[in-house]
């Protein structure tokens, strides 16, 4: 069982910036895919970014040039920087993880962190 905590949510004036850590504990084999999704209140959850074991990051286009998905391995952690951040950003953040153990993989979900950015 693979537990994610994510932290660094709160309110922030729009402009401002926040960065969002996601860190996974437990029985940790080998965690490949990581991300973070969105959702607003009366909104559909919505893929923020994604980041593979090697590197490769994908995010949606509204944040792109504000927002960088990044992961330490070592530590199992990822993270989403969040800047010039706008109203539309408020939402409950939370990441995923895909872990894979032999020849199986099983995705988990953190509890979430509420970003809130006032006008």
């Known amino acids: 069982q693979v537990q994610l905590v994510e932290s660094g949510g709160g309110l922030v004036q729009a402009g401002g910036s926040l960065r969002l850590s996601c860190a996974a504990s437990g029985s940790i084999f080998r965690i490949d895919a990581m991300g973070w999704y969105r959702q607003a209140p009366g909104k559909q959850r919505e893929l923020v970014a994604t980041?593979?074991?090697?590197?490769?990051?994908n995010d949606v286009d509204s944040v792109k040039g504000r927002f960088t998905i990044s992961r330490d391995n070592a530590k199992n952690t990822m993270y989403l920087q969040m800047n010039s951040l706008k109203p539309e950003d408020t939402a409950v953040y939370l990441c995923?993880?895909?872990?894979?153990?032999?020849?199986?993989?099983?995705?988990?979900w953190g509890q979430g962190t509420q970003v809130t950015v006032s006008s």
């Open positions: 995923i993880a895909l872990h894979s153990r032999c020849s199986s993989s099983t995705l988990y």
């Open positions: 980041i593979t074991r090697d590197g490769t990051t």
